[in-house]
């Protein structure tokens, strides 16, 4: 799926200062572009030319329009970045015919978050996140994809009986802040595009979609059939909920299972 993918080691831990700039939580408004520049200036040109992807860089995929980079934070997590111009979650581009849709190809980059590891992770351990305007640090969309919190896993299995095709009243709390939950089925998320379902599936969604935060989880159903649960809050500013589904990953990885 994605080219290039390989980059030493070493130097996937020795960022430039412009990707801490980017990747460091709170990131002062005029570097809110640093995540568009790393994509244009050096992921695209570098596989454009046949070179070796310099870090942060970890692949291109021209066919799906993304790329992808190991973000500083975390032992593993990495971002998915479309390769053309999209602010978030909010771009009105997300919900155009014919868009294509990113969030099969954010489920393929868990493998760079599994060789980062140096294990496969559990279905129901890998998690992606789309934060709100609210609740960003950069004015290019990521999505990111980490492993899940095992207390986020924990909830969804209690609450799997509740969960049908529909969302739900709020059932997980990450963070301090409530969920509401939908099932999706399938392996993959082709043709399941996680943003027009909440636009579509929760009302007021659509007409307030800079709120909006989403996350998709990997799922193993009765008689192990795979899916996805997916996750939708909206930011409230003045209940402190800024709208981060990055909060129901976790970036230590400390839920997976060790290697034996």
Same mark, same amino acid.
């Given at each position: 799926?994605?080219g290039?993918?390989?980059?030493?080691?070493?130097?996937?831990?020795?960022?430039?200062?412009?990707?801490?700039?980017?990747?460091?939580?709170? /990131?002062?408004?005029a570097?809110?572009?640093?995540?568009?520049?790393?994509?244009?200036?050096?992921?695209? #040109?570098?596989?454009?030319?046949?070179? /070796?992807?310099?870090?942060?860089?970890? $692949? &291109?995929? #021209?066919?799906?329009?993304?790329?992808?980079?190991?973000?500083? &934070?975390?032992?593993?997590?990495?971002?998915?970045?479309?390769?053309?111009?999209?602010?978030?979650?909010?771009?009105?581009?997300?919900?155009? #015919?014919?868009?294509?849709?990113?969030?099969?190809?954010?489920?393929?980059?868990?493998?760079?978050?599994?060789?980062?590891?140096?294990?496969?992770? #559990?279905?129901?351990?890998?998690?992606?996140?789309?934060?709100?305007?609210?609740?960003?640090?950069?004015?290019?969309? =990521?999505? =990111?994809?980490?492993?899940?919190?095992? *207390?986020?896993r924990?909830?969804?299995?209690?609450?799997?009986?509740?969960?049908?095709?529909?969302? /739900?009243?709020?059932?997980?709390?990450?963070?301090? =802040?409530?969920?509401?939950?939908?099932?999706? $089925?399938?392996?993959?998320?082709?043709?399941?595009?996680?943003?027009?379902? &909440?636009?579509d599936?929760? *009302?007021?969604?659509?007409?307030?979609?800079?709120?909006? /935060?989403?996350?998709?989880?990997?799922?193993?159903?009765?008689?192990?059939?795979?899916?996805?649960?997916?996750?939708?809050?909206?930011?409230?500013a003045?209940?402190?909920?800024?709208?981060?589904?990055?909060?129901?990953?976790? =970036?230590?990885?400390?839920? &997976?299972?060790?290697?034996?």
């Amino acid at each position: 799926m994605f080219g290039r993918a390989r980059a030493p080691l070493l130097a996937l831990l020795v960022l430039a200062p412009l990707v801490r700039a980017a990747l460091a939580g709170g /990131t002062p408004a005029a570097d809110r572009g640093a995540l568009w520049r790393i994509v244009t200036a050096r992921c695209v #040109p570098a596989f454009g030319e046949g070179a /070796t992807l310099p870090p942060p860089c970890l $692949a &291109v995929d #021209p066919a799906r329009g993304v790329a992808v980079i190991k973000d500083r &934070v975390g032992v593993a997590q990495v971002l998915v970045i479309p390769t053309d111009r999209i602010t978030g979650i909010e771009d009105p581009a997300l919900l155009s #015919p014919g868009r294509p849709d990113l969030w099969p190809a954010a489920w393929g980059a868990r493998r760079l978050v599994e060789a980062r590891l140096g294990r496969a992770l #559990p279905r129901d351990l890998v998690g992606l996140a789309l934060n709100s305007a609210m609740g960003r640090s950069q004015d290019q969309l =990521h999505i =990111h994809v980490d492993c899940l919190r095992g *207390a986020v896993r924990d909830q969804l299995r209690r609450a799997a009986p509740m969960i049908g095709a529909a969302f /739900t009243a709020p059932v997980v709390v990450a963070g301090g =802040h409530s969920y509401r939950v939908r099932r999706l $089925a399938g392996g993959g998320l082709a043709g399941q595009d996680p943003v027009r379902l &909440v636009a579509d599936g929760v *009302a007021g969604a659509r007409a307030a979609m800079a709120r909006q /935060t989403i996350a998709v989880v990997g799922a193993v159903f009765a008689g192990g059939r795979p899916g996805f649960w997916l996750l939708e809050d909206q930011a409230d500013a003045a209940a402190g909920d800024f709208g981060h589904a990055e909060d129901l990953l976790d =970036h230590a990885c400390a839920a &997976v299972p060790p290697i034996r």
